[in-house]
């Protein structure tokens, strides 16, 4: 049986929307493409229509893996959070130790990730060397260029 997929309420809600896009409107243009192709005659030498056709399967496929997914959700909820170590939906204002920079970011499931908005996956080499960490300790995160140290200087929901 496939592992539960952990996302907050705005990440399923995107993914739903998603969904439905593919299910309604990227099926409608499909099913007129192919409706097209096939009007053009002969489909066993029509390019369109195998075009179509392998589109169709691969939006299938898509639409099978999200409605997957979305089945397997488990929401979560940041009034359960508990701040008082590093967890998914906390976010960690830590310092490098050897540069003396601050930095902060939220932790959040593998599928919200987005660095330019400072959300890191707990999956992340940073995420998983600050998971369970509590304010004043330091979190050593193994990096492809070495060992970066961490100290946490702050935890909140």
């Given at each position: 049986?496939?592992?539960?997929?952990?996302?907050?309420?705005?990440g399923?809600?995107?993914?739903?929307?998603?969904?439905?896009?593919?299910?309604?409107?990227?099926?409608?243009?499909?099913?007129?493409?192919?409706?097209?192709?096939?009007?053009?005659?002969?489909?066993?030498?029509?390019?369109?229509y195998?075009a179509?056709?392998?589109?169709?399967?691969m939006?299938?496929?898509?639409i099978?893996?999200?409605?997957t997914?979305?089945a397997?959700?488990?929401?979560?909820?940041?009034s359960?959070?508990?701040?008082?170590?590093?967890?998914?939906?906390?976010?960690?204002?830590?310092?490098?130790?050897?540069?003396?920079?601050?930095?902060?970011?939220?932790?959040?499931?593998?599928?919200?990730?987005?660095?330019?908005?400072k959300?890191?996956?707990?999956?992340?080499?940073?995420?998983?060397?600050?998971?369970?960490?509590?304010?004043?300790?330091?979190?050593?995160?193994?990096?492809?260029?070495?060992?970066?140290?961490?100290?946490?200087?702050?935890?909140?929901?």
């Amino acid at each position: 049986m496939a592992e539960h997929t952990y996302m907050t309420q705005e990440g399923y809600n995107k993914l739903k929307a998603e969904l439905e896009l593919l299910k309604g409107e990227k099926r409608q243009e499909i099913a007129s493409a192919i409706a097209e192709a096939r009007e053009k005659g002969d489909l066993s030498e029509n390019a369109e229509y195998k075009a179509a056709k392998d589109e169709q399967g691969m939006l299938e496929m898509k639409i099978s893996i999200l409605d997957t997914k979305l089945a397997m959700v488990r929401l979560l909820d940041p009034s359960q959070v508990d701040a008082s170590k590093v967890s998914l939906l906390t976010t960690v204002r830590m310092r490098n130790i050897k540069n003396d920079k601050e930095l902060t970011y939220t932790i959040v499931p593998e599928s919200e990730s987005d660095i330019a908005n400072k959300k890191i996956s707990s999956n992340s080499p940073v995420g998983e060397g600050l998971l369970g960490k509590k304010v004043g300790e330091t979190a050593e995160v193994k990096t492809p260029r070495g060992v970066i140290e961490f100290e946490i200087l702050e935890i909140t929901v």
